[in-house]
């Protein structure tokens, strides 16, 4: 088939998207904490974002394990079956210079053939776990049989107090219905305003506080805000993580009106037919909107015996993963790719504004 028919079909059928415009939260940098005078440590701490605990204050850090050099086991190599659900299968390596741009493409999704109606969503949760929500997410995938998978924030995991105990039983819960387990740091730092030495050793206590739960290295990484300089992608490159993004979200992290949220992901799903979902199992308003998510997706199923109706299919990470490998967008780049999509977008809808235009920066 032509490509330049391929490209209209395509820009036809991806035509639903907007990009999630990533600036740099306006995190003061640790320059300008220096310029305030502030000691190094203090510095360090004040990067830190980890979302604020509800109720019972977060363990003070000293309640973490001994300090000392953690002990890591043999880092773990690609496709590694073993670090995520059996059901899951190996995936392919599709960004293996851990590149931030190339995560952000594909993120987007893969290249739908002509005819082929099917459009891919799979579901990401950030910032837990937290005892008092993650469950109530748990309950709404477990009724669709959906697996998701869930970046964990390594700081809830680790301690003595009651706090931590029961966020590590929320993870194993986590593991125990199958859906992947990735890493988000330990302290959900902005991996791009710390030195060095802070970065890998958020990376790799983030991913010894997950395994000493699950037992498994986490093998997906998703760096807080999806920040990520070219130290921090060294460092995902040499560790043989697989740099984790997303396509859809709406704020739903710093946002309380969970119907408006709900309706502008959903524009954004259908501009971008499918996608990779964002959203936090730390609150109520995220439980909300992906209650009705999983309604409004399951509304509009993909029914093989209607093929030439568009439908949604709801699939674990590495499926997704799968269908980019085998068809990857044809597009070097985001903006070259949205520039297609609100051209077909515009064709499709000559009245209507670009629906979904660009995100406010992600809160990850
Ligand atoms: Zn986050």
């Given at each position: 088939m032509p490509s330049i028919f391929r490209a209209f079909v395509l820009a036809g059928s991806v035509a639903a998207g907007s990009w999630v415009g990533l600036d740099r939260p306006d995190a003061e940098s640790t320059r300008d904490l220096a310029q305030r005078g502030l000691s190094s440590?203090?510095?360090?701490?004040?990067?830190l974002s980890a979302p604020a605990v509800p109720e019972?204050?977060?363990?003070?850090?000293s309640a973490l394990p001994p300090e000392g050099p953690i002990e890591?086991?043999?880092?773990?190599?690609?496709?590694?079956?073993?670090?995520v659900p059996s059901h899951a299968g190996p995936w392919p390596t599709l960004n293996p210079e851990a590149s931030i741009a190339k995560a952000w493409m594909v993120a987007e999704g893969p290249a739908y053939e002509p005819g082929d109606r099917r459009r891919l969503v799979t579901l990401t949760f950030d910032d837990g776990p937290f005892p008092e929500t993650t469950p109530a997410v748990l309950r709404a995938l477990a009724r669709q049989k959906i697996r998701a998978a869930f970046f964990v924030v390594g700081r809830y995991l680790d301690g003595d107090d009651e706090r931590a105990v029961q966020s590590r039983a929320t993870l194993e819960k986590v593991a125990a219905a199958g859906h992947i387990i990735?890493?988000?740091?330990?302290?959900?730092?902005?991996?791009?305003?710390i030195t060095h030495t802070q970065v890998l050793d958020q990376i790799d206590r983030g991913a010894?506080?997950?395994?000493r739960v699950t037992g498994k290295r986490p093998v997906f990484f998703r760096?807080?805000?999806?920040?990520?300089?070219?130290?921090?992608?060294?460092?995902?490159?040499?560790?043989?993580?697989?740099?984790?993004?997303?396509?859809?979200?709406?704020?739903?992290?710093?946002?309380?009106d969970s119907k408006e949220v709900f309706r502008e992901l959903v524009?954004?799903?259908?501009?971008?037919?499918?996608?990779?979902?964002?959203?936090?199992?730390i609150r109520w308003t995220s439980v909300r909107v992906l209650r009705e998510l999983l309604g409004w997706l399951e509304e509009r199923k993909y029914d093989p015996k209607k093929p030439q109706r568009l439908g949604y299919e709801v699939v674990d990470l590495p499926t997704y993963l799968r269908a980019v490998a085998a068809s990857p967008l044809p597009y070097e780049s985001r903006d070259e790719l949205e520039r297609v999509r609100e051209?077909?977008?515009?064709?499709?809808?000559?009245?209507?504004?670009?629906?979904?235009?660009?995100?406010?920066?992600?809160d990850s």
């Amino acid at each position: 088939m032509p490509s330049i028919f391929r490209a209209f079909v395509l820009a036809g059928s991806v035509a639903a998207g907007s990009w999630v415009g990533l600036d740099r939260p306006d995190a003061e940098s640790t320059r300008d904490l220096a310029q305030r005078g502030l000691s190094s440590g203090a510095r360090y701490l004040a990067t830190l974002s980890a979302p604020a605990v509800p109720e019972t204050p977060a363990p003070a850090t000293s309640a973490l394990p001994p300090e000392g050099p953690i002990e890591f086991g043999p880092l773990p190599q690609h496709r590694d079956p073993e670090s995520v659900p059996s059901h899951a299968g190996p995936w392919p390596t599709l960004n293996p210079e851990a590149s931030i741009a190339k995560a952000w493409m594909v993120a987007e999704g893969p290249a739908y053939e002509p005819g082929d109606r099917r459009r891919l969503v799979t579901l990401t949760f950030d910032d837990g776990p937290f005892p008092e929500t993650t469950p109530a997410v748990l309950r709404a995938l477990a009724r669709q049989k959906i697996r998701a998978a869930f970046f964990v924030v390594g700081r809830y995991l680790d301690g003595d107090d009651e706090r931590a105990v029961q966020s590590r039983a929320t993870l194993e819960k986590v593991a125990a219905a199958g859906h992947i387990i990735g890493n988000h740091t330990h302290d959900h730092a902005h991996l791009a305003a710390i030195t060095h030495t802070q970065v890998l050793d958020q990376i790799d206590r983030g991913a010894a506080s997950i395994e000493r739960v699950t037992g498994k290295r986490p093998v997906f990484f998703r760096p807080p805000f999806g920040e990520l300089d070219d130290f921090g992608q060294q460092a995902v490159r040499d560790r043989n993580l697989d740099l984790l993004l997303w396509s859809v979200e709406k704020q739903d992290m710093t946002r309380e009106d969970s119907k408006e949220v709900f309706r502008e992901l959903v524009a954004q799903i259908e501009y971008k037919e499918g996608g990779i979902v964002l959203l936090h199992d730390i609150r109520w308003t995220s439980v909300r909107v992906l209650r009705e998510l999983l309604g409004w997706l399951e509304e509009r199923k993909y029914d093989p015996k209607k093929p030439q109706r568009l439908g949604y299919e709801v699939v674990d990470l590495p499926t997704y993963l799968r269908a980019v490998a085998a068809s990857p967008l044809p597009y070097e780049s985001r903006d070259e790719l949205e520039r297609v999509r609100e051209a077909a977008y515009r064709a499709r809808h000559p009245n209507a504004t670009a629906k979904g235009t660009r995100a406010k920066p992600g809160d990850s």
